[in-house]
């Protein structure tokens, strides 16, 4: 049975939903992508570096330094509309049909986040998403997070299947490579010209959006 492990933030949902509300806080919408960059970084960092954080915790850091270099007095009103806007992002438009589409051969279809599991259902189930999927799991079940390999590990051990028999499927060539050091298959999808697949770990398929990469998959797997 084909299974599929998708990343969430920015592969399924669309963190644009997030612009007005960074926009109201920092008086332009493009804070938000200087926000989950730097988010990321921290991210990475304590995974290097120790002791383990949290997802949210390296968010919630990337809010006090984004707020110090753009001198805005940042509120605990302001923290918690990131937050309540974090649990109620759209979708991409490729997504559902993307997930119907396997859903319809029988395949599995995991969730994998970086975020906890209780936000990633509660995510999801905002988007309309949550009944395509069999399992929703987190990085944080490893102590970790992703692109640490234990998290992918710890993921195929949860779905109780060998890492070379799942694929992983994001946006992100740093999440490509963290699945493919796991042992992963990999899809890329780059619906922007950022998207790029890193030379350093080319992925199993790579296609434009959520519907290509699947079928790509799909044909991989019926061979």
Same mark, same amino acid.
């Given at each position: ?30 804070? &938000? ?53 974090? &649990? ?14 396997? &859903?319809?051969?029988? =395949? ?22 949550? =009944? ?44 490509? =490579? ?12 780059? &619906? ?32």
């Amino acid at each position: 049975m084909t299974c599929c492990l998708f990343d969430i933030n920015e592969t399924l949902l669309d963190l644009a939903g997030l612009d007005s509300v960074f926009f109201q806080v920092f008086g332009s919408s493009t804070a &938000r992508s200087a926000w989950f960059a730097q988010t990321l970084q921290n991210a990475m960092t304590a995974t290097i570096t120790g002791p383990s954080i949290s997802f949210e915790e390296a968010g919630q850091a990337a809010l006090t330094m984004l707020a110090q270099r753009e001198r805005v007095q940042l509120s605990e009103a302001d923290r918690h509309s990131v937050k309540t806007a974090m &649990r109620m992002l759209p979708a991409h438009p490729d997504a559902e049909l993307a997930l119907e589409q396997l &859903r319809n051969t029988g =395949a599995r279809i995991v969730a994998l986040s970086n975020n906890a599991r209780e936000l990633v259902n509660a995510q999801l189930s905002a988007a309309g998403l949550r =009944a395509y999927f069999n399992d929703v799991l987190s990085a944080e079940d490893a102590h970790t997070l992703k692109p640490d390999a234990p998290a992918y590990l710890q993921a195929a051990k949860a779905i109780g299947e060998k890492p070379e028999a799942l694929w992983l499927i994001a946006v992100h060539a740093w999440d490509i =490579a963290g699945a493919q050091r796991a042992g992963f298959k990999t899809a890329l999808v780059s &619906r922007t010209a950022q998207q790029v697949p890193s030379p350093l770990a080319p992925p199993t398929v790579q296609g434009p959006n959520l519907i290509t990469v699947i079928q790509q998959i799909l044909t991989i797997e019926s061979a």
